[in-house]
Every structure is written in C-alpha cells, then in structure tokens.
C-alpha cells in the first residue's frame, strides 16, 4: 500500500498523538478511583494531543489552514487547504476508561475531503484513506458491508445526552429505526463509528449535532471504501446541518427515510 507524502505526515501526527494519548489513558485508569476523578487531567490529555497533530502538520504544510477542536480555526496563508483534527475523538469513554477513543485528522482541499486518518491507539487500528485510493484498515483494504436490507443490519448512532442535542427528535428516530434493524449501537466515538461503516463492522451510522472535526476524515473513509455518506436530509451538507448519515448505496438510501419519518400520531 503505497501513501503519498501528505497522508505519511497524517499517520506519523496520529501515531504521535496516539501514543500521547495511550501514556495519559493508562493514568485515567488509576484515577477512576481517586477522589477528585480524571476531568482535569483528561482536559491536559486533550490538549496535549492537538498540540502534537497541530505540530506535527503544521511542520510539513506551514500555509495551511488549522480547525482543531481545542484551539479553534488558525487561518494559513495557501487558501485552498484545510487540516481538519478532532485529537481526542470519545471523550467521555477516555474518561470512563472505555477503549473506544481516537485521534482524527482530515485534509480539505477546495471545500472537498481528500484525506482521512482515525487512528484508536488503545486497538492499534488505523484507518486511512485519500481521494482515489482506496480506504484501509492498517494494511488491508476495506470496504462497507454488503447488507440490502435494513432487517439484516446493525446501525451505530449517537445519543444526544444531558445539555445537548434534541432529545426528543432522537427518540422519534430511534423509536422507527429500532423496529426495522436487527441491532443498534452507541459506541460513543463519532469518528470510530463512521470508520467502522467503512470497515463493514457495522452497516450504517446516523447522527445530529456533529461538528466538522467528527466527521470530516470519515467521509473520505466511508466514500473510499465504496459507501455513501450525507447529511440527515441525504443532502451534502454535513458541515452546515451538523449531521451525518452513512452506509452503503442501500442502507444508506434507507436510513435517511426512516430517520425523516413523521412523528407517529398516537
Ligand atoms: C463526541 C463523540 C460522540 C458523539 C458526540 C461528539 P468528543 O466527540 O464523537 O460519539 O456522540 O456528539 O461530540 O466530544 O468525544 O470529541
Ligand atoms: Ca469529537
Ligand atoms: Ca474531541
């Protein structure tokens, strides 16, 4: 598998953040127990991981622009590029000692996606993928699941949870999506579960309330590994609408209409 020398500086920040994080999770572990608990010293894991990524990107493209979680948008001078990193994807299983979290990078180029990285150092899996070439999961090649029907599947979701997200809306989407699918997951790490539709782990995937740097490097996944991706609508504004559903050319097409069925009328 041969990457270019842009999606190289995107593995080495990942992997470099990654190894960051995996030093601070093993500590989070023992403070589970503490009285104080991680919060604080999950917010330095954090912040340390986009400085390594903001780092080690901005050492390869000094001119292009910088959307990191923490730190916010830095403008570049070069106007056509993006780098677009989530450095601690699943927060709150980070903090629990859950092993579902990931480091996310994606490269913009003319508002379109053209390079991905999701990288779980606590599994060691990396996923990567470029415009044309193909989606991987370290070294093997990946692709969705077959699946035709939604009978057959498993869908990933988010859970909109205290002080976010429309919890009603949710329900009303879980409540039609639960009746047509044979299981439902909330992992709780939005880049790792639009990795895992591109893996084929899990047929599908929706969510509200995303933000870019959720998203951004699973889309290139998705697509490369030959599935679809919109926004709730089935729409391509994801960015715009902050929200995302996935899956392949059947699944996909089927979850955007049962997300948007009415409210039932009792
Ligand atoms: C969160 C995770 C989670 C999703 C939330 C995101 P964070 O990102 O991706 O799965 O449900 O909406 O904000 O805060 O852990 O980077
Ligand atoms: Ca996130
Ligand atoms: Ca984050």
Redesign the pocket.
């Known amino acids: 598998m041969a990457r270019s020398a842009l999606l190289n500086v995107m593995v080495q920040a990942a992997l470099k953040a990654g190894k960051s994080l995996s030093r601070d999770f093993g500590e989070v572990q023992n403070l589970q127990v503490s009285v104080k608990g991680p919060g604080d010293f999950v917010s330095q894991a ?1 912040l340390k991981a986009e400085k390594i990524v903001r780092e080690e990107l901005m050492k390869a493209r000094p001119t292009y622009d910088f959307l990191g ?1 923490e730190g916010g948008e830095e403008k570049g001078t070069d106007g056509a590029h993006r780098w677009i990193v ?1 450095p ?7 903090l629990h000692g859950i092993p579902q ?1 990931a480091v996310s990078i994606a490269l913009e180029r003319n508002g379109e996606i053209v390079a991905g990285v999701i990288f779980n150092p606590a599994t060691d899996e990396l996923f990567t993928a470029e415009r044309g070439g193909g989606a991987f999961l370290n070294d093997r090649r990946i692709r969705v699941a077959a699946r035709k029907t939604l009978p057959d599947c498993v869908i990933a979701c ?4 205290l002080g ?2 429309n919890h009603g809306k949710f329900l009303v989407e879980l409540r039609h999506v639960m009746g047509e699918v044979s299981g439902i997951r ?8 639009l990795a895992y539709v591109a893996a084929g782990r899990v047929d599908g995937f929706w ?1 509200a ?3 870019p ?2 998203i951004a490097a699973g889309i290139v996944l998705i697509r490369e590994a030959g599935g679809f991706v919109s926004d709730m609508k089935g729409g391509q504004e994801m960015f715009a609408t902050n929200s995302v559903v996935a899956g392949n050319e059947y699944i996909h097409k089927a979850l955007v209409e049962v997300v948007n069925r009415p409210v039932p009328s009792k």
Do not use: I, Y
Request: proline share 3%; charged share 30%.
């Open positions: 954090d979680e989530d601690l994807d699943g927060t709150t299983n980070f979290f988010g859970v909109p949870h976010r997200g909330r992992m709780g790490a939005a880049a790792l579960d969510e309330n995303l933000s740097w959720d």
